[in-house]
């Protein structure tokens, strides 16, 4: 007998859980579901100082709000990151990802290792910072949703929007995602860049339909292409029927000669924010867990600063030599090309 919908779900979630679980070092059990619908801690509840909020420059006031939220957590359990540089690649991301799925004051004290490396100090902290900047931008060799490499967020530069993978739904990986995102952000890390507006305006409670949607938003080549049609004067009564599937898919009408300009926006808002809201929910609680929403929400001007666009991303060596495909021994020298790189590297300059 055939599986459900819902069975088959449940299935790829379980297999994510169980791909995670079999990293030999694994911490504390991953957050049960009662353990997410936990209120914020207490020690979440006190009042910061409120200077940052007066403080005109947008970088100096998320520095004193950090500073502020920090030194309030100071005597709190310490957080201990590990990793073992010995592993495989593989195993290093199950141990980031397990270490964010834990239930913990994210602001407290934070201590890095690197089994396996003499470094100490700052620079191990950077590296551990940079390795979970590097993999929420540019994926994670674990297989996590069956498709190969596991992105979470996928689209063009200055597009992107969270991947509509439901088994990375399902396992609350967007939720790990905020946690990261929120946690490098605290500790002065680099960021994820090239957002989509529209996802962000989302994000940081803007109304769904508000959102400034373009084309290039839409990940997905083959939908975009179907959105498309509705540009075009005159349609087929194929291309009728092709809008037709998709929109009734998504329980909006048929295409008509009268809603065709409005079906378009509804389409596209619908294949950019519709099919991303539970993503964005779940990085939205990542964000609080780690307590910086305070400031995003009260001080929009830093919300950039969190999520600046493409152009302004600092690439690091670590970043560079991640992403650099070197030739084996017996292979050419012209198989070393500029392919190897990503495409968006190729038109500017790197510092």
């Given at each position: 007998?055939?599986?459900?919908?819902?069975?088959?779900?449940?299935?790829?979630?379980?297999?994510?859980?169980?791909?995670?679980?079999?990293?030999?070092?694994?911490?504390?059990?991953?957050?049960?579901?009662?353990?997410?619908?936990?209120?914020?801690?207490?020690?979440?509840?006190?009042?910061?100082?409120?200077?940052?909020?007066?403080?005109?420059?947008?970088?100096?006031?998320?520095?004193?709000?950090?500073?502020?939220?920090?030194?309030?957590?100071?005597?709190?359990?310490?957080?201990?990151?590990?990793?073992?540089v010995?592993d495989?690649?593989?195993?290093?991301?199950?141990?980031?990802?397990?270490?964010y799925?834990?239930?913990?004051?994210?602001a407290?004290?934070?201590?890095?290792?690197?089994v396996?490396?003499?470094?100490i100090?700052?620079?191990?902290?950077?590296?551990?910072?940079?390795?979970?900047?590097?993999?929420?931008?540019?994926?994670?060799?674990?297989d996590?949703?069956?498709?190969?490499?596991?992105?979470?967020?996928?689209?063009e530069?200055?597009?992107?929007?969270?991947?509509?993978?439901?088994?990375?739904?399902?396992?609350?990986?967007?939720?790990?995602?905020g946690?990261?995102?929120?946690?490098?952000f605290?500790?002065?890390?680099?960021?994820?860049?090239?957002?989509?507006?529209?996802?962000?305006?989302?994000?940081?409670n803007?109304?769904?339909?508000?959102?400034?949607?373009?084309?290039?938003?839409c990940?997905d080549?083959?939908?975009?292409?179907?959105?498309?049609?509705?540009?075009?004067?005159?349609l087929?009564?194929e291309?009728k029927?092709?809008?037709s599937?998709?929109?009734?898919?998504?329980?909006?009408?048929?295409?008509t000669?009268?809603?065709?300009?409005?079906?378009?926006?509804?389409?596209?808002l619908?294949?950019?924010?519709?099919?991303?809201?539970?993503?964005?929910?779940?990085?939205?609680?990542?964000l609080?867990d780690?307590?910086?929403?305070?400031?995003?929400t009260?001080?929009?001007?830093?919300?950039?600063?969190?999520?600046?666009?493409?152009a302004?991303?600092?690439?690091?060596?670590?970043?560079?030599?991640?992403?650099?495909?070197?030739?084996?021994?017996?292979?050419?020298d012209?198989?070393?090309?500029?392919?190897?790189?990503?495409?968006?590297?190729?038109?500017?300059?790197?510092?």
């Amino acid at each position: 007998m055939s599986k459900s919908c819902p069975e088959l779900l449940r299935e790829a979630a379980n297999l994510i859980e169980e791909a995670l679980s079999r990293s030999p070092t694994a911490p504390a059990a991953p957050v049960t579901p009662a353990a997410q619908s936990q209120q914020i801690p207490a020690a979440q509840s006190r009042t910061p100082v409120q200077e940052w909020k007066l403080i005109k420059e947008p970088t100096q006031a998320a520095k004193v709000f950090k500073e502020n939220l920090l030194r309030e957590h100071a005597t709190g359990k310490p957080l201990r990151m590990k990793m073992d540089v010995r592993d495989s690649e593989e195993d290093r991301e199950r141990e980031l990802l397990l270490f964010y799925k834990q239930q913990q004051e994210w602001a407290c004290p934070l201590h890095c290792t690197l089994v396996g490396d003499v470094a100490i100090g700052e620079g191990v902290m950077r590296y551990f910072m940079t390795t979970i900047i590097s993999k929420l931008q540019f994926g994670f060799s674990l297989d996590l949703g069956g498709m190969g490499q596991t992105l979470l967020f996928e689209g063009e530069p200055d597009h992107l929007v969270p991947a509509a993978s439901e088994a990375l739904i399902e396992s609350n990986l967007f939720r790990v995602a905020g946690r990261m995102l929120g946690h490098t952000f605290l500790h002065d890390g680099p960021h994820v860049t090239g957002l989509s507006p529209a996802v962000i305006h989302v994000l940081f409670n803007g109304d769904p339909e508000m959102a400034t949607v373009v084309t290039e938003d839409c990940p997905d080549l083959h939908i975009r292409s179907i959105i498309e049609l509705l540009e075009h004067e005159d349609l087929t009564p194929e291309q009728k029927d092709t809008v037709s599937d998709l929109s009734m898919s998504w329980d909006l009408p048929a295409v008509t000669k009268t809603n065709r300009r409005w079906l378009h926006n509804k389409l596209l808002l619908h294949a950019v924010v519709g099919r991303t809201m539970r993503q964005i929910k779940q990085l939205r609680k990542g964000l609080k867990d780690v307590m910086v929403w305070p400031l995003l929400t009260s001080r929009p001007d830093v919300v950039p600063l969190l999520f600046p666009k493409m152009a302004e991303m600092q690439f690091t060596p670590q970043m560079l030599l991640e992403k650099i495909t070197w030739p084996v021994e017996d292979s050419d020298d012209e198989d070393f090309d500029r392919h190897h790189l990503p495409h968006h590297w190729l038109s500017k300059d790197v510092h």
